[in-house]
């Protein structure tokens, strides 16, 4: 079964820090995200990208973070300068083409996660 | 506003009994999806439904069922005779419309099925 890799599964950084998190989608996706889950709390919306450009982004993601799909098949979300706040799990996701009717249409498969630890 | 609302935090059951998740959602759009995911201890998101707003069946499968009731905009989540590898956080999510609009989930719900 298709699945979406992300790496590295656990990093532990400094404050202040940047730091890139990996994502592999599933080939023939065409819709990336990026969400994350701060422990024991939901999971939370960062990022959709589509066609080579964001496509909606909520208040969290504000300029400390950037994605990029620097290449056919990476996703990359980088957090430039990290704080204590960022630790988190980060969920990189991936759907098909919206509208297409079939059943894999608007499912996200989402990736196992990369823990980020700030100190 | 999309919204989910999962109001249970923590469900603990003996096996073999039956849960009931509960779900809640919010939203003005016409047209959505609702979901489920699966949260194990290992920590990935594990797809289990997706089910669009035009179709209120009810789906079984296996073990697992799902209650869509638009009246009282909830869609909840049945495990029949539960057992203890069902123990996870279970997310219900809202996906509006058409676009590329974000999935919103719920707090989630921790199920603990003790043996």
């Known amino acids: 079964e298709p699945e979406v890799t992300q790496t590295p599964s656990h990093q532990v950084t400094q404050m202040g820090q940047e730091v890139i998190l990996r994502c592999v989608p599933i080939?023939?996706?065409?819709?990336f995200y990026w969400y994350r889950q701060i422990l024991g709390q939901k999971v939370e919306f960062l990022v959709s990208?589509?066609?080579?450009?964001?496509?909606?982004k909520s208040e969290i993601f504000d300029d400390q973070f950037s994605v990029e799909r620097p290449d056919g098949s990476n996703f990359t979300l980088k957090i430039r300068s990290t704080k204590l706040e960022d630790s988190a799990m980060y969920f990189c996701?991936?759907?098909?083409?919206?509208?297409?009717?079939?059943?894999?249409?608007?499912?996200?498969?989402f990736g196992a996660g990369s823990r980020l630890t700030v100190l | 506003a999309q919204k989910v609302t999962q109001a249970q935090t923590e469900i603990s059951v003996v096996e073999k009994e039956d849960v009931t998740l509960d779900c809640v959602y919010e939203?003005?759009?016409?047209?959505?999806?609702l979901f489920w995911y699966k949260q194990p201890p290992s920590g990935e998101l594990v797809f289990l439904i997706r089910r669009n707003s035009f179709d209120e069946q009810n789906e079984i499968s296996g073990r697992y069922s799902w209650n869509f009731q638009k009246s009282t905009s909830s869609f909840n989540f049945t495990i029949t005779a539960s057992q203890v590898v069902d123990s996870a956080v279970y997310f219900c999510a809202l996906k509006s419309g058409s676009g590329n609009t974000p999935l919103v989930f719920g707090k989630g719900t921790r199920l603990s099925v003790i043996a």
């Open positions: 996701a991936s759907s098909e083409l919206e509208g297409t009717g079939g059943s894999g249409a608007n499912v996200l498969t």
């Open positions: 080939s023939n996706h065409l819709y």
């Open positions: 939203t003005r759009d016409t047209t959505y999806y």
């Open positions: 990208f589509y066609n080579n450009e964001i496509s909606e």
